[in-house]
């Protein structure tokens, strides 16, 4: 089966950094996305890595490690705007698969 | 950059109706389209993939007979909840993928459905 896990939710402090961890389990890889998503709306593309190692941009970080199954998303200068729900989603072969999503709050 | 055109936004109604999403690709060819399932609180779930000119292809569990996809031209698919009771009500949200290679995003997604079964 295809797992994609990631912690439920998470709290941070505005102007903190926090790390978003992804472990996943699939039948093909072809890729790691992250996405932001706001309640009722479309998922907004944040990043892509394909290959290990780290992916800057601007506040914004992503790291993968395919011998490990893992990623995270780091986010650095926490505004309160970047309250949010983050997917971690696996490009399998021909489909995007999506994680459990994590709910993040940042407080003031 | 790539916008894909999802209708209508929201939608009430009573149980036992059908109702159409349209997801369109305004400005390229989709060759894949592909819908999503969101529940409250929860992670997107595909539901089924769909080729131009081609059947879908569902996700396991997911009732063909219930959830209709169409995907007639490159720029448009739609999928019909047919029959539709309060269980289903749900945030629905289409994707589509060009021609173009994997780079740096697969699929670009529509603005989602609310439904909401009475």
């Known amino acids: 089966g295809q797992n994609i896990d990631q912690p439920t939710e998470m709290t941070a402090t505005e102007g903190a950094i926090v790390q978003i961890n992804c472990t996943y389990q699939?039948?093909?890889?072809?890729?790691l996305f992250w996405y932001q998503q706001h309640a009722g709306e479309a998922p907004t593309f944040l990043s892509y890595n394909v290959l290990d190692g780290l992916e800057e941009k601007g506040r914004f970080s992503s790291f993968l490690s395919r011998s490990k199954g893992y990623s995270y998303l780091l986010l650095k200068e926490l505004q309160m705007k970047d309250s949010a729900s983050y997917l971690c989603?696996?490009?399998?072969?021909?489909?995007?698969?999506f994680g459990t999503g994590t709910r993040l709050q940042v407080f003031p | 950059g790539a916008v894909v055109s999802q209708h209508p936004s929201r939608v009430i109604c009573k149980s036992g109706t059908s109702v159409k999403i349209e997801c369109r690709s305004l400005d390229f060819q989709a060759t894949t389209m592909f819908w999503y399932r969101q529940f409250p609180k929860k992670s997107l779930m595909l539901m089924a993939t769909s080729n131009e000119g081609s059947k879908a292809t569902y996700e396991q569990g997911v009732e063909k007979d219930k959830f209709l996809i169409n995907h007639a031209s490159l720029t448009l698919s739609t999928l019909t909840v047919t029959s539709a009771h309060p269980e289903d009500s749900s945030f629905y949200i289409c994707?589509?993928?060009?021609?173009?290679?994997?780079?740096?995003?697969?699929?670009?997604f529509g603005d989602g459905t609310r439904l909401s079964i009475l």
């Open positions: 699939t039948s093909g890889f072809n890729g």
């Open positions: 989603a696996v490009w399998n072969t021909d489909k995007l698969i």
């Open positions: 994707s589509a993928r060009g021609f173009e290679g994997l780079g740096n995003q697969p699929q670009h």
